[in-house]
């Protein structure tokens, strides 16, 4: 069983910084990709950053020069620094993984979120 676990939401002022965490944890062969998610209420999910191949990273326009991921392999564990924080950036943010078990299933997950919430 693949488990992914989010930490570092906080309440934080317009301008400050965040770091979140996602750390995957179970019966891991590979992770193919790895990412975060961002949800505000009423609003879709969408995409923040992530790892799209190899050492490529993909982020989000409205997050470009703010925001940045990164990661530690050996530890599966992958990281949002975000700085510049903006009221906007309020949601919840999830990490996302695809993910290939040691039986060779592929497999799309999800943590269970940490808040963001930005105070102007």
């Known amino acids: 069983q693949v488990q992914l676990v989010e930490s570092g939401g906080d309440l934080v002022q317009a301008g400050g910084s965040l770091r979140l965490s996602c750390a995957a944890s179970?019966?891991?062969?590979?992770?193919?990709?790895m990412g975060w998610y961002r949800q505000a209420p009423g609003k879709q999910r969408e995409l923040v950053a992530a790892?799209?191949?190899?050492?490529?990273?993909n982020h989000a326009d409205s997050v470009k020069g703010r925001f940045t991921i990164s990661r530690d392999n050996a530890k599966k564990m992958w990281y949002l620094q975000m700085t510049s924080l903006k009221p906007e950036d309020t949601a919840v943010y999830y990490c996302?993984?695809?993910?290939?078990?040691?039986?060779?299933?592929?497999?799309?997950?999800w943590g269970q979120g940490t808040q963001v919430t930005v105070s102007s």
């Open positions: 179970g019966s891991i062969l590979s992770i193919d990709r």
């Open positions: 790892f799209t191949s190899g050492a490529t990273t």
């Open positions: 996302n993984a695809e993910i290939i078990t040691n039986r060779g299933r592929w497999g799309n997950y």
